[in-house]
């Protein structure tokens, strides 16, 4: 096929005369551009069929991804929610600044307008032109991986509703999250001695329940992200592990940190846990025995809490087991739902 520099000068020598090489002679405009057209539509043809194979996913697959997504963003933004207004109250309880119960009214307005968001957000991306779950044109659930027949449950919580179209994708993710939130918060917080505010005691309680909060959310953006990776085809899963293999570290530095920064307030003089300064367990306030759930690829959380480093094991291992069932339920296109969430 002739170059752009060929086709110009071929073009540029007939119009004054001349052949495209430069020669006296005539251009014979019938054969010659007759082959040249020939040629072009040939390569045309050709850049159309390799356009065809490497093209981008077609508006149904395209939705479909903006869909899965958005499912996996909106499931972990509502639990990091619940959380965050949950903690909030609990914390104001703890330092004496609100008789509680919790939730009060602050954190159940907070509450709702996540709940609210959950749903307007996966139907704008999963509800079709009309961005309403529940009519013709939704994003079909088998798309992405959502037509289980119905919700997966959480420990026989009860999130069992059946699964027609994106809307109970939305009430499925709402009943996982809550239940996962509210189980890892009522391990602490309706357990925690009452304690003097200006006390160390107090100070430590108030660092459970803020590290808590910590690595729940740290850890379900992580893997959040993570997934994204995955889906927009830029790493392999599963996620965390091996994942684009920055979601691992970032998970171990976070239940280190969490780690460190209870012992620092909880544990005497030396800051360190497992000494003998350290904050009682009985005088903290903590569930007796630690729940027998177990992080994938992880050993049971399960056994009795006598410590302060009972503590500090079962906060960071249940707040993973939570986060990983919100997280596993968000993204059956590309894993499996754990086994330990609903056993």
């Given at each position: ?62 939705s479909a991804v903006r869909c899965r997504e958005r499912i996996s963003r909106e499931s972990a933004t509502y639990a990091q ?263």
């Amino acid at each position: 096929m002739l170059g752009l520099l060929e086709l110009r000068l071929c073009w540029r020598g007939c119009f004054r005369g001349f052949a495209y090489d430069g020669s006296l002679s005539r251009c014979d405009h019938d054969e010659y551009h007759a082959g040249v057209i020939r040629g072009l539509l040939s390569a045309m043809f050709t850049l159309g069929v390799l356009a065809s194979a490497l093209a981008l996913p077609t508006t149904v697959d395209a939705s479909a991804v903006r869909c899965r997504e958005r499912i996996s963003r909106e499931s972990a933004t509502y639990a990091q929610s619940i959380m965050k207004a949950l903690n909030g109250c609990g914390e104001f309880v703890i330092k004496g600044k609100n008789p509680g119960p919790c939730p009060d009214a602050t954190a159940l307005a907070t509450i709702a307008k996540a709940e609210s968001r959950l749903h307007a957000r996966i139907e704008k991306d999963c509800g079709g032109l009309d961005r309403t779950c529940g009519t013709p044109d939704d994003t079909p659930l088998s798309f992405y991986n959502w037509d289980l027949g119905s919700c997966p449950d959480l420990e026989g919580s009860g999130c069992t509703n059946t699964l027609n179209d994106c809307g109970d994708v939305s009430t499925c993710t709402q009943c996982v999250g809550e239940v996962a939130v509210n189980q890892l918060v009522g391990l602490y917080a309706d357990e925690f001695v009452p304690s003097d505010p200006r006390s160390k005691l107090n100070s430590c309680q108030v660092r459970i329940n803020k590290e808590s909060l910590r690595l729940f959310r740290t850890r379900l953006t992580t893997l959040r992200k993570c997934w994204r990776g995955v889906s927009r085809e830029r790493h392999p899963g599963p996620c965390p592990d091996p994942g684009d293999g920055k979601a691992i570290i970032k998970l171990e530095k976070a239940e280190a940190k969490l780690e460190r920064n209870i012992c620092k307030v909880c544990g005497g003089a030396d800051r360190e846990c497992g000494t003998a300064d350290d904050l009682p367990a009985s005088s903290i306030g903590f569930a007796a025995m630690c729940p027998d759930v177990a992080p994938l690829g992880e050993p049971s959380c399960g056994g009795p809490i006598t410590d302060l480093q009972g503590i500090v094991d079962c906060v960071r291992c249940v707040s993973t087991f939570k986060a990983d069932c919100v997280d596993g339920l968000a993204v059956p296109w590309g894993t499996t739902y754990p086994l330990g969430c609903n056993p």
